[in-house]
């Protein structure tokens, strides 16, 4: 598999699981998926993607191509800290 056909299934793939995830009750909503970050080695891809719908998720892909699978981890955002780190 490319690159660019993982990355089109990873984005497919986030936007079926959103799309199956999201609250329906004010209606339909329109949202994109878009990728953070992604790499390939060997024959293995991994990708962090996100959405436009402002909910906290992050999604993780990755394709196995030794077994010809991909696995979709869904996260949530829970806090985001700065943290001061000293300087020497």
Partial sequence: MTTDEFL?????EVLRY??????????PVAFGVYVVWSVKALQN?????????IDGMYYECTYNGDKGVMYL???????????AVARG
């Avoid at 089109?8 to 497919?12: D, R, V, Y």
């Fill in 45 to 53: 891809n991994k990708a962090l993607l996100s959405t436009t719908l």
């Fill in 8 to 12: 089109e299934l990873a984005k497919k």
């Fill in 73 to 83: 981890d869904a996260y949530k955002k829970f806090e985001n800290r700065e943290i």
């Fill in 18 to 27: 959103a799309k199956e995830h999201i609250d329906q009750s004010d209606g």
